[in-house]
């Protein structure tokens, strides 16, 4: 996340400085009227309107009007892609959508296939609906194009005896090889030490480095300011130092993280983590009075997961939080989310584990679940109590008359809190966990977790003061 934001300023200031720098002979009232234009697009967007034909032609002029203006229209698409916001799908949005693929269902109409499709694209971000849209042919199609029409070069030894000479070309190597590297680390670091430690990089001072050793890599940007900068000798020189750095770049990022691999475990740890506190996305933390909680009291890892006893992801999961739990120094922690617009009987199930719980026997209860995900019904859940040895009138009573919807009803708002909309969901040490939740995934998860613990709890016995360079 550290490298990524470096690049994405990076890339952002280059496109402001292509506006400032290259843009001449600024006409005003086209400009004026593409902020108007501007403006359209902002209040569209406030309105909630998601069409990308309404949106379209808007976009259009908004570009023609900047080409007019004098100022480079790459900034109308640094503006345009400034709009499109993004989130995470909402339980809610989630469960309209699910309702209408059930009206389809019943009545398999064009229209109500329509309205399920519109439906479903809605609950998506428009960020992540354009990404989707956009990436295949803009990474695959339009960059390797923009690289292989601006790219190229003619070298010789006569070119590369006279570039490597050249103001240009060591200009722009030194600028990318060096300037990144002492920008990165320098900024981080002043950054660090203006606030007293109290803003600091998400990232050890060795992933710092190695990004700002990277950042070195300048492409599809660093030609484009270079066509507008130069012509002739002069552009091809600056090419080939672009072209120069990014291998550097590359060795020395290498060399960075080999030395980094030969220091001791402890340090290697801090230098690649950091020691800042790590926004937390659980809400409400583990509480041992509420929450179920499975291993150890003081273990350096928790996980969370959010579960639904009829969800057949959770129950593939399940045998992986298992095998997790053989470390002693892990503690699982359920959290109901019974998703019942696709899974029925799922609330039941959910108030059969708390019926349980009442009388001591929430996890047997928990595994006798996720082992028979098919036969959830009321009789079945009685049959699981009497096996399990609980008072079954008490257990069927409790069934009856929901005596333990609002405790499911608490995990519900915990999940809409910390932005679960779907089930397994995971949190290791209260940072929600993005991406497989396979045994390789998830056991590599908990090694940085404790990692960052021990940091954590290393920092806070020995000093509070700001790292040192």
Request: charged fraction near 20%; glycine fraction near 8%.
């Amino acid at each position: 996340m550290f490298l990524l934001t470096v690049f994405v300023v990076d890339d952002l200031v280059a496109l402001i400085v292509i506006a400032v720098a290259y843009s001449e002979h600024i006409a005003v009232m086209p400009l004026v009227l593409a902020a108007a234009v501007f403006g359209v697009l902002l209040g569209l967007r406030a309105l909630g309107v998601r069409s990308g034909a309404i949106y379209a032609p808007f976009c259009i002029l908004l570009w023609y009007l900047m080409l007019r203006s004098g100022v480079d229209p790459v900034v109308a698409g640094l503006a345009i892609g400034l709009t499109a916001t993004a989130y995470t799908p909402a339980r809610g949005a989630l469960e309209a959508a699910s309702g209408l693929f059930k009206l389809f269902r019943e009545q398999p109409t064009a229209e109500l296939a329509r309205s399920a499709s519109v439906g479903l694209t809605r609950t998506l971000s428009p960020n992540d609906r354009l990404q989707r849209m956009y990436h295949p042919w803009t990474s695959y199609l339009i960059v390797p194009l923009f690289g292989l029409a601006n790219a190229g070069i003619a070298i010789d030894g006569a070119f590369l005896a006279r570039a490597f000479t050249s103001p240009i070309t060591l200009g722009v190597l030194a600028g990318y090889v060096v300037g990144k590297p002492i920008a990165v680390v320098g900024t981080s670091w002043a950054v660090t030490r203006l606030s007293r430690g109290r803003i600091r990089p998400g990232a050890g001072w060795a992933a710092v480095l190695g990004s700002g050793t990277i950042a070195g890599i300048g492409f599809t940007v660093s030609l484009l300011i270079a066509s507008l900068a130069f012509t002739g000798d002069e552009l091809a020189e600056a090419k080939l130092g672009v072209l120069a750095a990014a291998v550097i770049a590359s060795l020395l990022t290498f060399v960075v993280y080999r030395v980094t691999a030969r220091l001791p475990k402890h340090k290697r740890a801090r230098a690649l983590l950091g020691d800042a506190d790590v926004l937390l996305d659980l809400i409400p933390p583990v509480d041992v009075e509420v929450d179920h909680v499975r291993g150890a009291a003081d273990a350096s890892v928790t996980i969370v997961e959010y579960g639904d006893f009829q969800c057949p992801y959770c129950g593939q999961a399940e045998p992986v939080v298992r095998a997790l739990l053989s470390d002693t120094d892990l503690r699982y922690v359920w959290r109901h989310l019974p998703l019942t617009d696709v899974h029925p009987q799922a609330q039941l199930a959910a108030e059969a584990a708390e019926a349980a719980a009442a009388q001591g026997a929430f996890w047997p209860m928990h595994d006798l679940l996720l082992d028979h995900q098919d036969e959830l019904k009321p009789a079945a859940l009685v049959d699981y109590a009497e096996r399990l040895g609980l008072d079954r009138d008490q257990f069927h009573d409790d069934l009856r008359h929901h005596r333990h919807a609002a405790r499911i009803d608490q995990d519900l708002e915990s999940a809409d809190l910390s932005g679960v909309s779907g089930t397994p969901t995971f949190f290791i040490n209260g940072q929600r966990h993005y991406g497989a939740y396979d045994l390789a995934t998830l056991t590599e998860a908990v090694k940085v977790a404790r990692a960052r613990a021990l940091i954590g709890r290393s920092t806070r016995t020995h000093s509070s003061d700001p790292p040192r360079l």
